[in-house]
């Protein structure tokens, strides 16, 4: 396995921690009945929890780029030093924007989003390129 897939594979358990996490934080301050309903409509996950959410969120959007990324460069067999460096970089990125988004480090979680941002910009670049 190419070490873009590793780090895809380490980037989506990261998912699954975040996940648990915004549960965790969110356990006994949402309503039980907006939780396990249809959610039609939006209701306030307060403080913590949804930043915890937001987070999640966000993750969700990068995974998927990041994903393009691991795989074209690995079906392709362009994996490289480079793009290995890269996918770590993103992935590092990730796991700082987990606390940078929770407890509210200003610029700090933006930057540290723009990172892996770049990083993966660069490996969708290497591959075409």
């Not at 934080?25 to 959610?39: E, F, M, N, V, Y």
């Not at 209701?43 to 959007?61: I, M, Q, Y």
């Not at 929770?102 to 390129?129: D, E, N, Q, S």
């Amino acid at each position: 396995m190419t070490t873009e897939l590793t780090v895809l594979t380490l980037a989506a358990l990261l998912w699954v921690v975040q996940f648990t996490a915004y549960l965790a934080a969110g356990h006994g301050k949402i309503d039980l009945g907006h939780a396990i309903g249809p959610r039609d409509t939006p209701f306030d996950k307060p403080g913590v929890c949804g930043r915890l959410h937001r987070a999640l969120s966000n993750h969700t959007e990068g995974l998927v780029l990041f994903g393009i990324a691991a795989l074209v460069l690995t079906v392709s067999g362009q994996s490289s030093g480079f793009t290995a460096a890269c996918s770590w970089i993103y992935l590092i990125a990730r796991i700082l924007y987990v606390p940078a988004y929770a407890f509210g480090w200003t610029p700090w979680r933006t930057v540290i989003w723009i990172v892996g941002l770049l990083a993966t910009t660069a490996m969708l670049l290497a591959a075409v390129l």
